[in-house]
């Protein structure tokens, strides 16, 4: 039986779950119509819809696994069911940590402005970098299986013997943890680097400015701002995603601890939702598609509530004439 604080914290995961998914669909739906549009595939919207299509993926394994650990426990003694959503689990959470880097990146090299030579590289093949980075998240994903093999082989060997996890000491098993995530930490990496390099080049164009003209923002100090936003926000929600994972990872240690876990899945959870939200508002494509989309949703509310009125109202016309 759930306490009311584990019931509140299952209910606030699922409400971000169900905004998630919203606000990841409707990425993922703004960009194919612009490609159809267009007849053409940017390579901002290839990240952006992948993103978008990683993000629902990871979502509702999140909730998935959370809901069978919670309420069917059971499900992962028999059967393999631990296994596939393991290898999902790895392919899907690369998958979407790596369209995120990718966007930083992009963003980086299309905003930022600096005269080194590998700068300058790196920007005028743009295009080459996205199957650069592709081919490392294949090495990661090479990297991973084997560790995710190993862990759910130990998993099985203390679900036959009950001595086992105390046997095996708690820097093993963060060690391994971190070899598992290895990948996905190269890739926050890249992106804090990203961010980093960015925030130089906003701060030596804002003196460049000062020194020259006046204090009013041109459009390169906007681009500039809007890609900081967008890549500090990321960074934030990372981090909290990152804790929301250590939470769960710990709750293997501690598994009757059922509150800490909830917590966890629901500080997981914030970050493909929170995010999107973000790049919706960060993105003038997807901020004009979303307020297109509540103006025509307010026009039909306000529709159907005058026809709902004029409908009572004739009806009590209609009694009133009986």
């Known amino acids: 039986m759930l306490s009311i604080l584990e019931g509140l914290l299952i209910f606030i995961a699922v409400s971000e779950s169900i905004l998630g998914v919203l606000g990841n669909g409707f990425i ?3 960009n194919c119509i612009d490609c159809v549009k267009n007849k053409k595939f940017s390579m901002v919207g290839f990240i952006l ?3 978008a299509t990683s993000r629902i993926c990871l979502i509702l394994i999140i909730i998935t696994d959370g809901f069978i650990k919670i309420f069917s426990p059971d ?5 393999n069911l631990i296994d596939y959503i393991s290898y999902l689990w790895v392919i899907i959470n690369q998958s979407s940590i790596w369209f995120a880097t990718s ?4 963003y980086f090299l299309k905003i930022a402005n600096f005269s080194h030579h590998i700068f300058l590289w790196l920007k005028g093949r743009i295009n080459s970098v996205l199957p650069l980075l592709m081919g490392s998240l294949f090495i990661s994903w090479l990297f991973t299986f084997p560790q995710i093999v190993k862990i759910i082989n130990d998993n099985r060997m203390k679900s036959r013997n009950t001595t086992w996890q105390l046997n095996m000491q708690k820097s ?3 060690t391994k943890q971190i070899l598992l995530n290895l990948g996905v930490i190269l890739l926050f990496t890249l992106c804090l680097i990203t961010c980093f390099l960015l925030i130089v080049s906003l701060w030596r164009h804002n003196r460049h400015m000062q020194l020259n003209v006046t204090g009013l923002r041109d ?5 500039h701002v809007k890609a900081m936003k967008i890549l500090v926000s990321f960074i934030i929600l ?3 995603y990152f804790i929301g994972i250590a939470i769960e990872i710990s709750c293997f240690i501690l598994p009757e601890n059922k509150l800490l876990f909830i917590f966890g899945m629901m500080t997981t959870a914030i970050y ?11 993105n003038s494509k997807l901020k004009q598609a979303s307020l297109k989309t509540l103006q025509q949703l307010k026009c039909e509310a306000r529709r159907l509530l005058t026809a709902a009125q004029i409908h009572v109202g004739g009806n009590g016309c209609s009694r009133r004439i009986i």
């Open 172 to 174: 093993e098993f963060f």
């Open 238 to 240: 990372f981090i909290l």
């Open 103 to 106: 966007l930083s990146i992009f």
């Open 49 to 51: 819809t992948g993103l």
């Open 219 to 223: 459009p390169s100090t906007e681009a």
């Open 75 to 79: 499900m992962y003694s028999s059967g």
């Open 272 to 282: 493909p939702w929170g995010h999107s939200f973000i790049l919706i508002l960060g």
């Open 28 to 30: 993922g739906l703004v």
